[in-house]
């Protein structure tokens, strides 16, 4: 362990995952901010909207009616020579991702041709199903479903195109296996949603610049939210964690009667943030590798499992409509990788805010985004513990428990422990809150034009880039998951461990900590604004 203190502050800038969700993210986020001198660079990105078969006004058919939703362009930033695109968007998208990411796999030391390849098939994959499950019998909301000409529809939003690359990759995953190990080099969930988390947080200092155009009044009403969710997340996150990691090491070791080092590894896995937890207590405690790679996909299973059970029941039994914020800051402590919990916060958002819209009839509509947010934080200030509890515990490994005299902790292992993408995520944040406070706060002119503008060049990147990230988290973490592995034997008791621990402890605890935290927080109604 005393080679750790000769790592720089700076190691692995160029050569891990976190910080290339940090290039990727906060690269593209300023990029986005030329437009304010007029400079528009990210208009070409792609998005779906909802369609149906039948002949678009002015439009020649089914067929070309299909392309034109696959290519639709916001009307926001679909000026000029980008409101011409059309379906092209969708390989401009493709181009200029496919390079970016594949930098990040050169330097990250990839096999660049699998990469190359791998990319390819899963973003036009990822892009079929986000197409399809834009379909209006998917995504139309009932009060919309008179616009498509349909008496049904599932009314499930966007959140249809996630169940649907999640289940494609699904079905790669653990029926062609072979092709899914193809495809493993460039699916990434991990890589994926981090960088979709720093698109997050683009879209929380957004979320003030475009409700104030709506009015001064909403605008600070979002920023007041978003930081009542900063705090009251981090809150609750020491709240639980100073109960899950101690539940979860006392039901494996006492109920279980598992290994020490297992059940700190269980401990962090369930109780923290899955695989990266697992994995850094593995290497504090000195677990044999398999522990930490067995956990690591009881981590991945579960997470997909919870991902497909949680933001239902917390849509339709509890809490519901009632208190979403309680439902999101849940989700978060509950769900063990970021991946499937940003995943499973988006479809949260999706499912609370249609069913608002339905049961009221359109007289309540939330704006989008703020609940993921509520479970992104929570598990935000979870990922910021990884680096802190494998620091402490293994100067208790060293220390106390193994007693190994001359071993040194370097304090520097908390800062390469720290995820490093949740520092993109809070400068695009606080970057756009910054700019919101500026002129344009007071309604003078000049600063409304400026906001105008801000708000050109950031649409396509917290809706359009972070969208798109989230649907490659979906249809990779599907091409990874093998439910098979559950079978194996040698997972024995550790599937109970997970079991017990996460139904029976986890999500109980993180119902009830979310409640004493978020309870009563209320959500800006928007609906005289998108009539």
């Not at 494998?390 to 220390?399: C, E, Q, R």
Request: with cysteine; glycine share 10%; proline share 4%.
């Amino acid at each position: 362990m005393t080679d750790l203190s000769n790592r720089k502050w700076y190691t692995g800038m160029l050569t891990q995952e976190d910080w290339w969700a940090v290039w990727l993210g906060l690269g593209f986020f300023f990029i986005s901010l030329l437009n304010i001198w007029g400079i528009d660079l990210v208009g070409w990105v792609t998005y779906p909207t909802k369609w149906v078969f039948h002949v678009p006004e002015g439009g020649k058919g089914a067929i070309s009616h299909a392309f034109y939703a696959l290519g639709k362009k916001y009307s926001l930033t679909a000026k000029g020579f980008y409101s011409k695109l059309g379906w092209w968007s969708v390989i401009w998208t493709y181009v200029i991702f496919g390079i970016a990411t594949t930098i990040g796999a050169i330097c990250m030391k990839w096999d660049i041709k699998r990469f190359v390849a791998g990319w390819t098939i899963i973003y036009f994959l990822t892009i079929a199903t986000w197409f399809v499950g834009h379909h209006a019998f998917f995504a139309a909301t009932k009060v919309n479903w008179h616009k498509y000409g349909l008496n049904f529809a599932l009314s499930l939003g966007g959140g249809a195109s996630f169940i649907l690359a999640l289940i494609v990759g699904l079905i790669i995953g653990n029926f062609f296996k072979g092709f899914a190990n193809y495809l493993s080099e460039a699916a990434k969930p991990e890589w994926y949603i981090k960088t979709a988390i720093v698109y997050l947080g683009a879209k929380l200092g957004y979320l003030p610049i475009k409700l104030s155009g709506f009015s001064q009044k909403l605008g600070k009403v979002a920023t007041k939210l978003t930081f009542e969710l900063f705090i009251a997340g981090a809150a609750a996150t020491v709240v639980a964690y100073m109960i899950f990691w101690p539940g979860i090491y006392v039901i494996a070791r006492k109920i279980f009667k598992l290994p020490r080092k297992t059940a700190a590894v269980l401990g962090s896995g369930i109780s923290i943030c899955g695989v990266s937890a697992a994995v850094a207590t593995g290497g504090a405690v000195r677990a044999r590798p398999v522990v930490s790679i067995m956990v690591s996909a009881l981590v991945v299973v579960w997470a997909v499992i919870e991902l497909i059970i949680l933001p239902g029941f917390f849509t339709h039994i509890w809490p519901g409509t009632k208190d979403p914020l309680v439902a999101g800051a849940a989700m978060g402590m509950s769900v063990k990788t970021d991946g499937a919990d940003a995943a499973a916060g988006e479809l949260l958002d999706i499912f609370l805010r249609n069913k608002v819209q339905v049961e009221t009839n359109g007289q309540v509509v939330w704006p989008e985004g703020i609940i993921t947010a509520s479970a992104v934080m929570t598990k935000i200030w979870i990922d910021v513990f990884i680096g802190i509890w494998a620091f402490i515990l293994a100067m208790v490994w060293v220390y106390k428990v193994e007693r190994r005299p001359g071993e040194y902790v370097p304090p520097s292992e908390v800062w390469h422990r720290f995820p490093k993408f949740v520092i993109g995520y809070f400068v695009a944040w606080l970057v756009l809150l910054a700019i919101f406070f500026g002129p344009g706060h007071k309604g003078a002119p000049e600063g409304m034009a400026l906001l105008k503008s801000v708000k050109a060049g950031v649409v396509p990147v917290e809706k359009g880039m972070r969208k798109l990230f989230f649907m490659l988290t979906f249809m990779s973490l599907g091409i990874i998951t093998d439910f098979r592995k559950l079978k194996e034997c040698q997972f024995g008791k550790m599937v109970w461990v997970y079991f017990v621990g996460l139904f029976l402890f986890i999500i109980p605890v993180a119902i009830i900590v979310a409640y004493i935290f978020h309870h009563g927080m209320q959500l800006p109604n928007i609906a005289q604004y998108v009539q």
